[in-house]
């Protein structure tokens, strides 16, 4: 289980993000009360996890199954999604913001199509919305993807393309698809085209705001170290925005971005001092992470919150796997990676690396188990045993 370590030397106050939001006081949380089947995630207090990490409390916000998909993605696909159709395709304001309102506003449906490139997740969540709004999805997915996720797509009535390439190489053929009927809903973003990453990273502040209100609401410790797992970084920006938003009280926890070994474009871009690449091909197991290039538009904001940079192998991700399907939460690869960082760390690590990940006894660490077992094989393979079937249990209950 080896890990890399970089402690950041330039935070700072956070940039501003443009906003595309839909014009009157409608937000990302609104909206997704009104897709089917939503429901805050369970946070559960793992007092297994503090003992292996050595701290106080772990609380471990599990996003296993999330508006009936397997990840969190959903939440940023959903927010961007209908922030792009409001933007390109509808000329009146839709109020209130409903997810049934929009797809009724949507002229021509049939010639309509939403395009995504993912390594799994996003994909997924783009072309659920599609089906969820009427119109047609194509997703572009890496070579090599796990054929239980690219199935799981197909699923959804999406055409699949597999893209002779890495993820980023992807993410330019889908930008190349871009038209009048075909809206690019990208959860990476490049020059002049940052309007809907950032809607995406608006979208995952639902589940930031549910893990704030399960905490008040049942007296639990609030975090004072948050592992946030990083492909692009825009999941990682939407963190760093939540628990160092300016108005927020107290001293904000302890940032700690773990990537996976050999694609940790976000460590190499602060180690440059500047966004860098870190050239495929990536081969970690945990897909969703494999990004060699960070998203422009998440970028500043990392840069300026992210405390420390952790870079582990798979092995410490297969490892956290099994300790989350111990605990009773069933992880996939890049589920487990923001708790692999820190069991790495705890593990293996010299006490200054401690100290620099905020492991004191005292500390409570917050880790969002970002994915369930997306790949069922690997999962079966890596823990000994089919994912466990998925606990419903509502929020409020650990
Ligand atoms: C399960 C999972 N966790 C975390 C991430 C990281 O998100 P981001 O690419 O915004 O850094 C991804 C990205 O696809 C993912 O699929």
């Known amino acids: 289980m080896r890990y890399e370590l970089h402690l950041n030397p330039a ?3 956070l940039p501003a993000l443009p906003t595309g939001a839909p014009p009157g006081d409608a937000g990302p949380g609104a909206f997704h009360r009104s897709l089917p089947g939503y429901r805050c995630t369970p946070l559960r207090d793992s007092p297994e996890l503090a003992r292996l990490l050595g701290v106080r409390a772990v609380l471990v916000k599990d996003e296993a199954t999330r508006l009936g998909l397997p990840s969190f993605k959903i939440l ?10 409001l933007r390109h395709w509808i000329a009146q304001p839709v ?13 021509r449906p049939r010639t309509r199509r939403l395009v995504a490139a993912t390594d799994g997740n996003h994909g997924r969540g783009v072309a659920r919305m599609a089906r969820l709004l009427g119109v047609a999805a194509t997703i572009l997915v890496p070579a090599g993807t796990a054929g239980a996720r690219t199935d799981a797509i197909a699923d959804e ?15 330019a053929a889908s930008a190349a698809l871009a038209g009048p009927d075909t809206l690019v809903v990208s959860d990476t973003s490049w020059p002049g085209y940052e309007l809907i990453p950032a809607a995406v990273v608006a979208g995952y502040a639902t589940l930031f705001a549910e893990i704030d209100a399960d905490i008040a609401g ?3 410790p609030a975090p004072t170290v948050v592992a946030l797992q990083a492909g692009v970084g825009a999941f990682a920006a939407a963190g760093i925005r939540h628990f160092r938003a300016p108005d927020r009280p107290g001293p904000p926890p ?7 070994t050999g694609a940790n474009c976000l460590m190499a871009s602060a180690r440059a001092g500047r966004l860098a690449e870190v050239p495929g091909p990536h081969r970690s197991t945990m897909a969703g992470l494999n990004c060699g290039l960070p998203s422009v538009l998440a970028w500043p904001t990392v840069r300026a919150g ?20 111990d605990a009773g939460v069933v992880a996939g690869e890049s589920g487990a990676a923001g708790l692999a960082g820190l ?4 593990r293996t690590g010299d006490p200054g690396d401690r100290t620099r990940t905020g492991l004191a006894p005292d500390a409570c660490v917050l880790v969002v188990n970002t994915e369930g077992a997306t790949d069922p094989v690997n999962y079966r393979r890596v823990v000994g045993h089919a994912p466990a079937p998925l606990d419903d249990t509502p929020a409020g209950v650990a």
């Open 306 to 325: 992210a405390d420390v940079f952790l870079a582990v192998d798979d092995d410490a991700a297969h490892r956290a796997m099994t300790e989350l399907a």
């Open 343 to 346: 069991l790495a760390v705890a």
């Open 218 to 220: 049942r007296g639990l």
């Open 157 to 171: 009535g999406a055409e699949v393309v597999v893209v002779d390439g890495s993820y980023d190489d992807a993410i």
């Open 76 to 85: 940023g696909a959903s927010w961007a999604t209908v922030t792009a159709v």
């Open 11 to 13: 935070t700072g106050p």
């Open 254 to 260: 302890r940032t700690v971005v773990v990537e996976p």
């Open 95 to 107: 109020t209130p913001l409903t997810l049934d309102r929009v797809a009724a506003a949507i002229p």
